[in-house]
């Protein structure tokens, strides 16, 4: 399950963030992301000693990433030199089996919904204009990916992320999707439980930096 969970959250997150599909390697995958600071980052699908060290052992650029479904303190035990464990960036592997509600955005506030290239934007303004909360997601066959769901601090505990997170799953719904799927920081993670999402793995987020 939680194998099959990774790499459709993979998948997404590639066609969400716009970055190459994801391309086979011996111990998982990887994603060519081309920032500053993350270069690229190897997402195994499975935790073992053999998978982590192959995976890191491979990689010679600087701020290249390596995601794994499993504890981070675990993780970190298996790494070679130059790496580290960044649990600032260590998140929860969650899903959920969608279904429609039929959300109303909280009063003062208005949504928009926008499809470009795949991937589906929900942007919810205050009456002033101003962006209140976002989300995205790509829908892959029967499942879709989520991914940065954003309320803004000066619009926080006024149930706009969960508008957000219905919304989407909405939209994910009307298009055939049946499972919804995501990496939650830990305050995500808080919010998406109450929705009903299910936490099934750690990501701990290890980064090359010799």
Avoid at 78 to 92: A, I, R
Avoid at 95 to 118: F, I, N, Q, S, W
Avoid at 145 to 165: K, N, P, Q, S, Y
């Amino acid at each position: 399950m939680v194998s099959h969970l990774v790499s459709t959250w993979v998948a997404g997150w590639a066609v969400s963030r716009g970055t190459p599909p994801p391309a086979v390697t011996p111990w998982g995958l990887y994603l060519e992301v081309g920032l500053p600071d993350q270069v690229g980052r190897h997402v195994l699908p499975e935790a073992s000693e053999f998978a982590v060290r192959g995976a890191a052992t491979s990689v010679t650029v600087p701020h290249t990433w390596l995601k794994v479904p499993m504890d981070p303190d675990e993780a970190g035990a298996w790494l070679p030199g130059g790496w580290v464990v960044d649990k600032e960036e260590t998140g929860h592997l969650m899903a959920v089996d969608l279904c429609a509600t039929d959300p109303v955005a909280p009063e003062g506030y208005a949504a928009t919904v926008e499809t470009l290239e795949g991937v589906t934007y929900v942007r919810v303004h205050d009456a002033a204009g101003e962006l209140a909360a976002k989300g995205q997601m790509a829908v892959l066959g029967e499942a879709t990916v989520v991914d940065r769901v954003v309320t803004e601090e000066a619009h926080r505990r006024r149930g706009l992320g969960g508008f957000v997170m219905r919304t989407l799953a909405d939209l994910a719904v009307d298009r055939g999707a049946a499972l919804g799927v995501l990496g939650a920081t830990d305050d995500g993670r808080a919010l998406y439980e109450t929705l009903g999402w299910k936490t099934h793995s750690p990501l701990a987020a290890c980064i090359y930096r010799p």
